[in-house]
């Protein structure tokens, strides 16, 4: 498996913007999960899904941001309308559910830009 | 409920001596704990897990960790420190179940020639 896949790598966009971040999972994964990295604020877990489900968004900072997950091999985090305080990297993670590998594995993140 | 406190946000070490990046947790469960390496400007790299085996915990480019029940710790360490190993550094707690991930505020190592 080529591992957790994120696209775009790095977006710029104007403030007032739709973004959308993708996110492929790795096969047969059970939970996907969405962090946003800052300098201020480290790592902050969004939203996370298990079979394709919302379990908990309550780390989704306001309705500006909104996460799907269509089926199981891909989930999007679109946040309309962008401001500059989105800037940050946002990672997608997944996971298997229960056993001895249970850990998370993590893409290479979407460095995000509003200006 | 469960949190992570990593001790130092900041360590910085000569080439070639010892490495100690400090963990500790609290948890309702018994945990599974991890720690994650991250690069600058790369994503986050799996180090080593324990999950109630083995006490003591090898991973990958030579470090180890141990976990202590009684200290809820679990510290991370490296015999000798290499320049490659700069870096941010995660300790994870998590209910062993594939969810809850909680990581700790991060310990950025500096490696100094």
């Known amino acids: 498996d080529a591992g957790v896949i994120q696209s775009p790598r790095h977006e710029v966009t104007e403030m007032g913007q739709e973004v959308t971040l993708r996110c492929k999972p790795i096969s047969g994964h059970d939970y996907l999960f969405w962090y946003r990295q800052t300098m201020m604020r480290g790592l902050e877990l969004l939203i996370y899904?298990?079979?394709?489900?919302?379990?908990?968004d309550s780390g989704m900072p306001e309705d500006r941001f909104s996460a799907k997950m269509p089926n199981a091999s891909f989930s999007t985090l679109k946040i309309q309308p962008s401001e500059p305080r989105d800037s940050a990297v946002y990672f997608c993670?997944?996971?298997?559910?229960?056993?001895?590998?249970?850990?998370?594995?993590f893409g290479q993140g979407t460095r995000l830009t509003v200006v | 409920a469960q949190s992570v406190t990593q001790l130092d946000s900041h360590v910085s070490v000569s080439e070639g001596t010892p490495v100690l990046l400090r963990c500790n947790y609290s948890s309702s469960y018994s945990p599974s704990l991890f720690w994650y390496v991250q690069h600058p400007n790369k994503g986050l790299q799996l180090l080593l897990k324990?999950?109630?085996?083995?006490?003591l915990v090898k991973g990958i480019n030579g470090f180890e960790a141990e976990f202590k029940k009684s200290e809820t710790s679990f510290h991370l360490t490296k015999p000798s420190a290499h320049m490659s190993d700069a870096a941010e550094y995660f300790c994870v707690v998590s209910r062993g179940n594939g969810q809850n991930f909680v990581f700790g505020p991060g310990t950025r190592l500096s490696v100094l020639p």
């Open positions: 324990y999950t109630s085996a083995a006490t």
């Open positions: 993670a997944s996971s298997l559910a229960g056993g001895q590998n249970t850990e998370a594995f």
């Open positions: 899904f298990n079979n394709n489900v919302p379990i908990d």
